[in-house]
């Protein structure tokens, strides 16, 4: 699990500090919704900003629709998404902004930072739940747990689970998230899921040493718990799915072979001592 991101403590203020001249009047009257919010939310006015905010959402979704060709709109619009928590949407509108604003610097660096500060938050809250689950028990212990803690244990891994897919869903491009969030995944039993995440990681960056390394432990492991409790025809469908998806994966293949060679002395064994008791 990777440590705290460090992030960007404040958001930059105004793209732009006066309205642009014919400037559509939903996006100005967003932009000035957005200021509104960020200035209330600095004066610990929570519940005041996130309604001011959810105002801006809805005047800049109005100003993106007639007037898209309005660059610093878009920003504003993802970082309004943000603080009303619509991640996802919230990366779209990013992703627009920072493909509009590739003349201007400025803009373009204040949308950056903006994000960037955004998913730290979201990645920083999916560790802290994390550790808030091993402070109840060791992590590595809580899927097949009998303790009465595991179901506190649990929840906060999949309160984790939530924020990591928050980070991922609003900055794609941040491999940290992906890593981290193929863990938790894993650590509540949903290891399909978790080479899922491995895998959409390692299309961005197919070197990617982490998710290389979580990606062969994981499945490891997946398949380790399997055998353990002597099912193999459980390990061997476990493979046989994530090998649908990865079908060159060569070190899975004779994984599965190796594990496919000892189920079948397992059963000779069976045979052998049932005709000896025959």
């Not at 493909?99 to 802290?128: F, H, M």
């Not at 995944?185 to 990617?208: M, S």
């Not at 025809?233 to 998806?245: K, R, S, V």
Request: hydrophobic share 40%; charged share 25%.
């Amino acid at each position: 699990m990777k440590n705290m991101a460090t992030g960007f403590a404040l958001l930059a203020l105004a793209i732009c500090a006066g309205t642009a001249a014919a400037r559509n009047f939903h996006c100005a009257g967003g932009i000035q919704y957005v200021i509104q919010g960020t200035k209330e939310k600095d004066k610990g006015n929570l519940e005041d900003a996130h309604r001011i905010f959810g105002k801006g959402v809805a005047q800049l979704r109005q100003c993106t629709t007639e007037d898209p060709n309005d660059s610093e709109a878009w920003s504003y619009l993802g970082w309004a998404l943000a603080e009303v928590d619509s991640a996802a949407e919230a990366g779209a509108a990013f992703d627009e902004a920072e493909k509009r604003l590739v003349g201007n610097a400025k803009a373009l660096t204040i949308a950056t930072q903006n994000r960037k500060s955004y998913w730290v938050n979201y990645y920083n809250e999916g560790l802290s739940k994390y550790k808030s689950a091993d402070s109840i028990m060791a992590v590595k212990e809580i899927l097949n747990s009998t303790d009465p803690k595991a179901a506190d244990a649990k929840a906060k891994l999949a309160q984790s689970e939530i924020s990591f897919r928050k980070a991922v869903a609003l900055s794609p491009k941040e491999l940290p998230a992906y890593n981290n969030l193929a863990i938790v995944l894993a650590l509540q039993g949903k290891f399909l899921e978790a080479n899922e995440i491995v895998e959409t990681g390692l299309k961005l960056d197919p070197q990617n040493k982490d998710l290389l390394d979580r990606k062969a432990n994981m499945v490891r492991n997946a398949v380790a718990e399997k055998l353990k409790a002597g099912d193999y025809e459980g390990a061997l469908a476990l493979m046989d799915q994530i090998l649908a998806n990865s079908p060159n994966d060569y070190d899975l293949l004779v994984q599965a072979a190796q594990t496919a060679f000892e189920q079948g002395e397992k059963l000779e064994e069976k045979k052998d001592a049932g005709a000896k008791a025959a």
